[in-house]
């Protein structure tokens, strides 16, 4: 929208621009509401989508209830050249997993996932966090003070360490994924949010090739960004750009 450029055939789904790295969610081919969109839809037979909350390069995050327990949650839809790749299904179920076993108090909790009925893609159910993700905070608030970033990044860095004894590596750890709740007493509640999902995305399009690049530009270690396999330290990196 920005440089009126093409992308590349075969470049898959793409989260910035190549020429000018504007952000490409809005033109990401998401459908989350409308004719023949999402709202209003029951996935799965009893997660039923009430509202937008988000989209990204994969997908869109619905605020949803469980048709029966009437229970607020968010299902995160993955659509788009990711759902169409051959071993698709295998790899999500695989990640989805391992992702789903994540406990600590500050990882979105992830308790159920699967293929949408008509085969157009996958979901994931998630608690529903009510707040504002760090992106938002910050344009809203400007600069934090440094005993809330401190605080702040004790949480995010305690999420991570459970994930990486798992041998689960982020990879794209950024403000917008992080969300922040206020706790009764006024303090900062974080809670990180897609583990798993940037690997996913890397491997959607990649037909076998190796050298995928996945995460977000401001945020890439050095070996991230050469394509190179990547670890825990990857993570860290980020957070010090976060």
């Known amino acids: 929208a920005r440089c009126g450029r093409a992308a590349a055939a075969g470049a898959g789904p793409l989260n910035f621009c190549p020429d000018c790295g504007a952000a490409l969610h809005a033109a990401a081919g998401l459908d989350p509401g409308g004719a023949g969109g999402f709202l209003g839809k029951v996935v799965a037979d009893r997660y039923r989508l009430l509202s937008l909350l988000g989209e990204g390069g994969m997908g869109a995050v619905y605020k949803a209830e469980h ?3 009437g229970k607020a949650l968010a299902v995160k839809v993955l659509r788009g050249a990711f759902a169409r790749e051959p071993g698709a299904p295998e790899r999500f179920r695989a990640e989805a997993r391992i992702v789903s076993r994540l406990s600590h108090p500050h990882t979105i909790a992830v308790f159920d996932f699967g293929e949408i009925d008509d085969g157009s893609g996958f979901y994931l159910a998630m608690e529903y966090v009510p707040g504002r993700d760090l992106a938002a905070v910050l344009r809203a608030e400007g600069r934090l003070s440094e005993r809330r970033v401190v605080e702040i990044g004790r949480q995010v860095l305690g999420s991570l ?3 990486h004894d798992a041998g689960i590596v982020h990879r794209d750890v950024k403000p917008a ?3 922040l709740m206020r706790t009764r007493a006024g303090e900062d509640f974080a809670k990180v949010l897609d583990f798993g999902i940037a690997k996913l995305r890397g491997e959607a399009g990649q037909a ?7 995460g977000t530009p401001s945020a890439l270690a050095p070996e ?6 990547v670890d825990g330290r ?3 990196y980020a957070v010090g750009c976060l």
């Not at 090739?209 to 996945?214: D, F, S, W």
């Not at 991230?224 to 396999?229: C, I, L, N, P």
């Open 67 to 69: 048709v029966r327990m």
């Open 177 to 179: 994924n992080v969300m």
């Open 161 to 163: 360490a459970e994930a």
């Open 224 to 229: 991230q960004a050469r394509g190179d396999a």
């Open 234 to 236: 990857a993570d860290l």
């Open 208 to 214: 076998g090739t190796t050298g995928v690049i996945v």
